[in-house]
């Protein structure tokens, strides 16, 4: 297993903005597509994000279009997710997760297809 973790939640004001990573404490996730997800009390787990093992597709919910941003910088093996303008409704813990496969530009934020999962960052959007 990667042993996922995530990290830079907190607590944002309406319209600020934050940014999550994702790495691995075993191995280099260079060669894997990511995937980051959400899930807010009482509602089920969303697909936010996901990013291609080739880096060059990206996928982004409706909800979040245009003011998140998914990102891998591989020197670093990390993956991060640039979230902007935003809203109490983004309120969630966030999840990365990691999906191994053969080099390709796909990439779902259907969470079934992820192998390995994060333990999840709080980020609470609040005045």
């Known amino acids: 297993q990667l042993h996922l973790v995530e990290s830079g939640g907190g607590l944002v004001h309406p319209g600020g903005s934050l940014t999550l990573s994702c790495t691995s404490s075993?191995?280099?996730?260079?060669?894997?597509?990511i995937g980051w997800f959400r899930q807010a009390p009482g509602k089920e787990r969303e697909g936010v994000s996901c990013?291609?093992?080739?880096?060059?597709?990206?996928k982004y919910a409706d909800s979040v279009k245009g003011r998140f941003i998914v990102s891998r910088d591989a020197a670093k093996s990390t993956v991060y997710l640039q979230m902007n303008s935003l809203k109490p409704e983004d309120t969630a813990v966030y999840y990365c997760?990691?999906?191994?496969?053969?080099?390709?530009?796909?990439?779902?934020?259907?969470?079934?297809?992820?192998?390995?999962w994060g333990q999840g960052t709080q980020v609470t959007v609040s005045s």
């Open positions: 990013l291609s093992n080739s880096d060059r597709r990206t």
């Open positions: 075993r191995f280099a996730l260079d060669f894997y597509t």
């Open positions: 997760a990691a999906e191994e496969g053969p080099y390709s530009d796909f990439c779902t934020i259907e969470p079934g297809q992820y192998d390995d």
